[in-house]
């Protein structure tokens, strides 16, 4: 066991580094297709406004065919699913919200790969999610939270292109806490 200072109490662990400085993830290496654009809040006179989406931020050159929300009560989880053609924008716009993402694509270079973000009111960002990465969210506060999808193909209703499987899938390396 290693000798703690004085000034320590036996168990302590050192913290891991976490966060570059400029607060982004040190470990963070994005699943092969995923873009993320944190954006800032603008401070007004009357509250404040947050940029969601901006075609001029290229982060992709597809359309805009729907845009919804998705409310979750504290606590509450949605995952897994992933899409065989749509791709997903994510943009928690109330609260606090993890969202996951796991690749699952034979063929990616980032095969395996989990990406774990904590967004929302407090650190907005825009999360690309490209078709075949499955992904889930939580909310992981006591308060209602809520996101935004803007994607490129909207829902069909007799033909959905969702795909599903249970929040504890063991082929998902993830657990959600």
């Known amino acids: 066991m290693v000798q703690t200072e004085k000034w320590s109490i036996d168990g302590a662990i050192k ?3 976490s ?3 400029q607060w982004n993830p040190s470990n963070l290496a994005l699943i092969e297709g995923v873009k993320v654009k944190e954006v800032k809040n603008v401070v007004k006179n009357n509250g404040f406004l947050t940029e969601i989406f901006r075609q001029d931020w290229e982060l992709d050159n597809l359309t805009v065919d729907q845009i919804f929300q998705v409310s979750l009560l504290p606590g509450g989880i949605s995952a897994w699913h992933a899409h065989e053609v749509t791709t997903d924008r994510i943009f928690v716009n109330t609260g606090l919200i993890k969202v996951v993402l796991y690749d699952a694509r034979p063929e990616s270079s980032t095969y395996g790969q989990i990406n774990e973000f904590r967004c929302g009111t407090v650190r907005p960002m825009l999360i690309i999610v490209p078709p075949r ?3 889930g969210v939580q ?3 006591n308060e209602h939270a809520a996101l935004l999808n ?3 193909r909207a829902y069909q209703y007799e033909d ?3 795909w599903r499987i249970p929040v504890d899938s063991p082929e998902v390396p993830y657990t959600f806490s």
Do not use: E, G, S
Request: aromatic fraction near 12%; charged fraction near 20%.
């Open 15 to 17: 913290d891991a580094k």
């Open 19 to 21: 966060i570059t400085a």
């Open 133 to 135: 990465v499955w992904h």
């Open 139 to 141: 909310n992981f506060t």
């Open 150 to 152: 803007i994607v490129d």
């Open 160 to 162: 959905p292109d969702h």
